[in-house]
């Protein structure tokens, strides 16, 4: 059958709605359907908080990063005094980006007719037509998203109506106390251009029966003694999470964990036992062990384009001893290991997600998350 006509229509989900053991996934083109896609930017993405990073990322006054969330394109930077601020990527004169990739800067000048801004936004020069511009610059400071920071983490919006940040997140600040993630720092993000839908890779990420066929020589060998899942109706804030008790730090292959660091401090309860993973909706999957944290953002750029950035953190403490580096490097070999099979993995699903017919699909008790995480997209999606 076609879709283009049913795309939205409630009645082409009515089986995704069952319980989770009786429905099918989302059909094949909230994948591939640009006009899904589409839809998906304004709904999910403009309507919601989006993770964009940590505070770490930008420590000194004139540092900066940039990013898109979901084709918008943003700057992040630390001012000079010391507040953090995020602005549209996008001059006041003509709409030329500004900035690209990371750096210091003490002006944000463009590049085609070199006006520039301060680090509070305010434009301060115009070469060769201040006489033009006289009396008037005050009303062209750059735009800005509002910006909120939750325990060092960064979060943009782009509707005016939506609660805070730390209210929208619930009771997850508990949850992550003992992590200290304010103490935590981003010591190294690395990106992947995947060639698959945002959703798979996040679905992927909560799907624990693919572990031992993916993941055999690397994720696999590390024993999971129990599992724990929440979905978005049981945790009261814009996550699903789940946690997995096991030996060691999930952190580090099983080949390395003689290379651990030393626990977090804080740590009590269930949290000492395990790794707890909140996924963020729409898109940043958490993972936090015993001895470090990671985040995997996904950043959407069509419907079968995803960019993932994978970023490692670590307590302050750790990265002030002499080994860092050098222990370092076994933690991102365990995200280089195992990213680049789930990378695989979801570009062979939307590879066979292309089909011109509807597609009936079955999920397991091992996917219940994955199921949650379709109902979330279709209650954004989709009118009653």
């Known amino acids: 059958m076609t879709v283009e006509g049913n795309l939205f229509a409630a009645s082409s989900f009515e089986k995704v709605r069952l319980p989770p053991q009786q429905a099918e996934p989302l059909p094949h083109w ?17 309507k919601g908080w989006n993770y964009v990073g940590h505070v770490s990322q930008v420590p000194k006054p004139g540092d900066f990063f940039t990013l898109d969330v979901a084709g918008i394109p943003l700057i992040v930077v630390r001012g000079q005094d010391e507040k953090v601020r995020a602005f549209f990527n996008s001059c006041r004169h003509r709409g030329s980006k500004l900035l690209w990739g990371e750096g210091n800067c003490k002006l944000i000048r463009c590049p085609y007719h070199a006006w520039a801004y301060n680090l509070t936004g305010g434009l301060v020069a115009t070469p060769l037509v201040d006489e033009d511009m006289e009396g008037i610059k005050s009303e062209l400071s750059l735009h800005a998203p509002r910006l909120d920071i939750v325990d060092g983490f960064l979060f943009v919006a782009f509707e005016n109506t939506l609660p805070a940040a730390s209210k929208a997140l619930g009771s997850l600040q508990r949850e992550w106390a003992g992590y200290e993630p304010a103490n935590l720092v981003c010591t190294r993000r690395k990106s992947w251009d995947v060639k698959a839908n945002w959703k798979l890779w996040y679905e992927n990420y909560n799907d624990s029966l693919h572990v031992p066929f993916v993941h055999p020589g690397s994720l696999a060998k590390q024993k999971v003694k129990s599992r724990q899942r929440a979905s978005h109706v049981e945790t009261d804030g814009i996550y699903i999470a789940h946690f997995t008790v096991h030996a060691g730090s999930r952190g580090l292959l099983e080949e390395d964990q003689d290379k651990a660091f030393p626990r977090f401090p804080k740590l009590s309860g269930r949290y000492t036992e395990g790794t707890y993973y ?107």
């Not at 909230?30 to 403009?46: C, K, L, P």
């Open 278 to 384: 909140p996924c963020l909706l729409p898109s940043t999957l958490f993972g936090f062990t015993v001895d470090s944290a990671w985040a995997f953002e996904l950043h959407p750029k069509g419907p079968d384009r995803t960019t993932l950035v994978a970023a490692s953190f670590f307590s302050k403490d750790a990265v002030a001893r002499p080994d860092f580096a050098e222990k370092a490097e076994y933690y991102y070999r365990r995200v280089d290991s195992i990213v680049p099979e789930d990378n695989e993995a979801v570009e062979r699903q939307q590879e066979g997600l292309c089909l011109p017919v509807g597609l009936s699909g079955k999920f397991t008790h091992m996917e219940t998350l994955c199921h949650a995480f379709d109902n979330w997209v279709l209650d954004q999606m989709v009118d009653a």
């Open 30 to 46: 909230a994948y591939t359907s640009a006009g899904w896609y589409e839809r998906e930017v304004e709904r999910i993405f403009r």
